[in-house]
DNA sequence: TTGAAAGCGGTACCAT
DNA sequence: ATGGTACCGCTTTCAA
C-alpha cells in the first residue's frame, strides 16, 4: 500500500494525505482522522526512499567500525553504546547503518558515503590518539560525532567519551589502599586514545601516593587473551615482582588470571586482578557546541524532536553528569608480603 | 555532482551516462571512457535512495538482533559473522542495517521494514528453538535467513549456523579422553536453539562412552559471569562432584574460573575447565536453496554479482565445508581422584 | 481546507 | 550508439 493507492482509495488527494499524516496543520480534524484510521488499517508505511529523496534527508545515521577494530564490537561499552543509540533511533524513525571498513580504504569509503547521502551523519567508533579521520571527515562536510576522543587533534569536533581516566584513577586507588604497591598495568594499545588516558588514570593515582611508576610494570598491547597470559609470565620473574594487576579488558584479565591459576598463586591472597572494562560516566565536550550522547538511558533522553536526527542536537548543559559506574570483574585482596614503602 | 550535472557537463544525455556507467553494452568505448573518467574526477556517487526508488531495491541488508540477546554482540562468532557480511556487503554495494529491536515490538518491527522496504533482506540473529519471528517474516514475504537454527519451526527456511552439536561432542570427548567422568555442562538458555544443541553434543558424548548423564550436572542459564560462578559453588558441594566444567560462553567460563579459584582447587590438576564458544563448520541448509554463508571468508566467496544482494543467492553445493575450529579457552588435566567408572 | 503539478535523482522503455 | 520521457513514491509550492 503506497500514499497512491491510499488516497484513491479515501477519495483524497495523496497532498492530503500526506499533510494529515505528517501533522500538518490545515487539515481539518475529521479529515485527519479518517486519514490516520485507514493508514493504520492497511498497515500503510511512506516508503523510506521516497521520502528521503523527497526530503532529503536519509533517515539515517552510520556507524563506522575500523575493521583493525574489529573487536570492539566485544566489548561491553560498544554493545551498551549501539544498542542505547538503536533504541534511539528506532524511536525517532532512524535507522542504524553499521560499516565497517578497512583502515586503507578510510578516505574513500567516507568520500562515498558522503555522495551516496545515505546516511545524515556518521559515528565515528574507536578513536585514536590522532585519528586521521577526524580531518577526512571535516572536509566532507558530513556531520558525525566521535565515540571517544582523539587527544592530538586540535580542531574542534564533538565526541562523547567514556571517563577512563578517573576509572583507572579509581581503579588504582583501590588496590593502593588495600595496601598494593606494586600494580601492574595491562593496558590497551597507546595509539588508542582511551589507553593513553588509562594510563594516565593510573599513573595519577600513584604519583597522588607517591608511589613509584615503574615503566617494567606497565605494558600496552592489543586486549587478546594470550597477552594477559603473556604479561604474567613475564612479570613474575621481576625481581620485585607485582602484587596486583590492573587490566584494560575483561578478555586481558581472562588472560591474567589463567596466568596466575598456573603460577601456583592464590588469587586474592598472594595476588589481585581489577578489570575496570570501562567506567560509564559519559563526558561531553561542552555545553554550547551539539554532542552525541551515549549509553542507552542518555540517548534516550537526549531522543530528538521531529526533523531533528537523534544524536545530533543540542544538550542540556545543565543535565546532570551520567555516573553508571560498570565494573566488569574485581577481584582484590590484600598482598602478603610488607609492603615496601610507608603509606604517604 | 549529480547526474543531471554530470551529463550537461559531458554534453551527453542522462540515459547515455547512466548506461556508461552501469556497463551497458550499447555505448561506445570511447564514450563510455569519457564518462568513466568525468565521473572519477567529480567524485560522483549515485545517490542511494534515488537509485533505489528508480530500481525498487534498497541496496542493504538488515540484520535484526533482540534487544533481549544484546549481548550477543559481545561474541567472537557474531562479531566475526557481522565482520563477514559487512565486508560482503560493501564490495557488492550494499549497507547493512542494524537493527535491535525489543523482543515485545518484533511484530510490528517487521511489518514496518516490509512496508518501509529499506532493505532488500534480513538476516535473524540469536535463533530460539520455536522462534516466532520466523513465522512472522515468511507472512510479511521479505526475503530472510537465520544465523542459527529453530529446530521446532518445520516449515522451510534459510538458514547458517556453526555445528554446535558437534563441538560439544568434540569438546566432551576431549574431557573424556582424559579420564573425566563427572563434567558438569555450564549452557546456555535451552529456548536458545544453539544451546540445546550443544547439550545434544555433550550427552552424545558421554552415551557413546556408556557414562552417565546426570541432570544434576547440566545447568542452563544466561550465560553471564555470575552464572558460571554460581555454578561452581553449587556444584562442589554435590557428593561426587565434578572434576570438569564444560562453559558454554568465554563470559561464563570466566566466572567458573574465579569461583575454582577461591575454592582452592588446582585448575588443571583438580579440575578442568574448557570453553568452547563455538566451533564454526558452518553447516548449510542445503545444496539446493538459496542460503546465507557468514564466517568472513565464507560470506567473501559467496560474495554476489551485480544485481544479486550478497547471501541470498545459490551456493556451490560442492564447496568444500568450512573449518575453522575456535577454541577461546582450553585449560584441562586429568583429575586427580581416580575415575569412579572404568573407560569403555 | 483541498488539490494539481513540479521536483528529488536516478533507471529503463521506446524512438531515432 | 544516443536521446526523450515516463516513472519510482513522496513532499512541497502554488493555486483554487
Known amino acids: 500500500m503506497n500514499l497512491k493507492q491510499l488516497s484513491a482509495h479515501l477519495g483524497l488527494s495523496q497532498t492530503t494525505v500526506s499533510r494529515a499524516l ?17 493508514a493504520d488499517k492497511h498497515n500503510y508505511r511512506p516508503n523510506t526512499r521516497a521520502k528521503g529523496l523527497a526530503t532529503g534527508r536519509a533517515m539515517a545515521i552510520g556507524h563506522v567500525i575500523p575493521l583493525s577494530a574489529q573487536h570492539e564490537m566485544m566489548n561491553p561499552v560498544f554493545a551498551d553504546f549501539i544498542a542505547g543509540a538503536g533504541e534511539s533511533y528506532s524511536e525517532a524513525g532512524y535507522d542504524m547503518l553499521l560499516s565497517l571498513v578497512a583502515d586503507a580504504d578510510q578516505e574513500r569509503a567516507y568520500r562515498e558515503m ?17 585519528d586521521a579521520r577526524i580531518l577526512l571527515l571535516q572536509n566532507t562536510g558530513l556531520p558525525f560525532a566521535v565515540h571517544g576522543r582523539a587527544s592530538e587533534i586540535t580542531t574542534p569536533y564533538n565526541w562523547l567519551d567514556v571517563n577512563n581516566k578517573s576509572a583507572f584513577e579509581r581503579a588504582t586507588n ?3 589502599d588495600l595496601g598494593h604497591r606494586r600494580i601492574c598495568l595491562v593496558n590497551g594499545q597507546e595509539s588508542m586514545d582511551f589507553a593513553h588516558r588509562r594510563r594516565k588514570g593510573y599513573e595519577a593515582a600513584l604519583a597522588a601516593r607517591g608511589v613509584e611508576i615503574d615503566p617494567a610494570l606497565m605494558f600496552a598491547d592489543e586486549m587478546t587473551e594470550i597477552y594477559g597470559y603473556d604479561t604474567v609470565q613475564r612479570t613474575r620473574s621481576l625481581a620485585d615482582p607485582p602484587t596486583a594487576y590492573l587490566a584494560s579488558s575483561i578478555i586481558t584479565a581472562f588472560g591474567v588470571r589463567r596466568a596466575i591459576e598456573e603460577s601456583g598463586l592464590k588469587m586474592g591472597r598472594d595476588i589481585s586482578v581489577i ?4 567506567d560509564l560516566s559519559y563526558m561531553r565536550n561542552g ?19 521531529p526533523g531533528q536526527p537523534p544524536g545530533f542536537q543540542n544538550q542540556n548543559p ?7 559506574p560498570f565494573l566488569a570483574e574485581v577481584t582484590v585482596g590484600r598482598p602478603t608480603r610488607p609492603p615496601p614503602h610507608t603509606v604517604v
Chains 1, 2 share one sequence.
Open 22 to 38: 505528517n501533522g500538518y496543520p490545515e487539515v481539518s480534524e475529521t479529515t485527519r482522522k479518517r486519514v490516520m484510521e485507514a
Open 114 to 130: 558522503a555522495a551516496k547521502r545515505n546516511v545524515d551523519g556518521l559515528v565515528v567508533h574507536a578513536a585514536k590518539m590522532r
Open 174 to 176: 583501590f588496590l593502593l
Open 275 to 278: 578489570t575496570h572494562d570501562d
Open 287 to 305: 555545553a554550547d557546541v551539539p554532542v552525541f550522547t551515549a549509553t542507552r538511558s542518555s540517548v534516550r533522553e537526549a531522543g530528538g524532536g
Open 318 to 324: 545543565r543535565a546532570p553528569p551520567q555516573t553508571e
